[in-house]
């Protein structure tokens, strides 16, 4: 939750809303629908130009960086970060997921908002034990993505493991 509100801070240029599941609340016995508008918390004051830098990295990384192949043909431009949280301490060892048990194996995470230029969602997505972000976390994000911005449900993409007992050759600068 506190990645979700960082990334959508960042994504509104510093002003903070309070974060919300849900678009609107259901009444049982009327059927009246009720919106949960965005509620303004506070205002980080950030460097305008700073914060322009910060968001067209963040779309880069969905263009043409680490998460580019999990939103290839999206209907909006997104911003976005991958990342990789380690389990346990590798002690100088090289990462290999393949020898690794799966309860030890890194998690994934991704964090995202959209659309770039208006933002109205923002998310953050941990796959546990998953590797990579833009491998397992990403691919989630966008079926989220895609459900909430276009109503559009497609099939999940592929998720590519490395084959066990070759080396893990995965782009590892989340």
Same mark, same amino acid.
């Given at each position: 939750?506190?990645?979700? $509100?960082?990334?959508?801070?960042?994504?509104?240029?510093?002003?903070?809303?309070?974060?919300?599941?849900?678009?609107?609340? %259901?009444?049982?016995?009327?059927? %009246?629908?009720?919106?949960?508008?965005?509620?303004?918390?506070?205002?980080?004051?950030?460097?305008?130009? $700073?914060?322009?830098?910060?968001?067209?990295?963040?779309?880069?990384?969905?263009?043409?960086?680490?998460?580019?192949?999990?939103? !290839?043909?999206?209907?909006?431009?997104?911003?976005?970060?991958?990342?990789?949280?380690?389990?346990?301490?590798?002690?100088? %060892?090289?990462? %290999?997921?393949?020898?690794?048990?799966?309860?030890?194996?890194?998690?994934?995470?991704?964090? !995202?908002?959209?659309?770039?230029?208006?933002?109205?969602?923002?998310? !953050?997505?941990?796959?546990?034990?998953?590797?990579?972000?833009?491998?397992?976390?990403?691919?989630?994000?966008?079926?989220?993505?895609?459900?909430?911005?276009?109503?559009?449900?497609?099939?999940?993409?592929?998720?590519?493991?490395?084959?066990?007992?070759?080396?893990?050759?995965?782009?590892?600068?989340?």
């Amino acid at each position: 939750m506190q990645l979700a $509100h960082a990334i959508a801070t960042v994504a509104n240029g510093g002003v903070a809303f309070r974060p919300h599941l849900v678009r609107t609340v %259901e009444s049982l016995r009327t059927g %009246e629908k009720r919106l949960v508008a965005p509620e303004p918390s506070h205002t980080i004051p950030l460097n305008p130009e $700073h914060v322009a830098v910060i968001r067209n990295a963040l779309v880069g990384v969905n263009k043409e960086g680490t998460s580019a192949r999990a939103f !290839a043909g999206a209907a909006y431009v997104s911003g976005g970060k991958t990342g990789t949280a380690q389990v346990y301490s590798l002690k100088g %060892e090289k990462y %290999e997921a393949h020898k690794v048990d799966e309860r030890l194996r890194d998690h994934a995470w991704f964090i !995202a908002y959209a659309p770039a230029d208006k933002p109205t969602i923002a998310l !953050a997505v941990l796959v546990e034990n998953g590797g990579f972000g833009a491998q397992a976390a990403a691919p989630i994000a966008r079926r989220v993505l895609d459900y909430y911005l276009t109503g559009v449900t497609a099939a999940p993409p592929a998720v590519t493991a490395p084959a066990a007992g070759t080396p893990d050759t995965e782009d590892r600068s989340d």
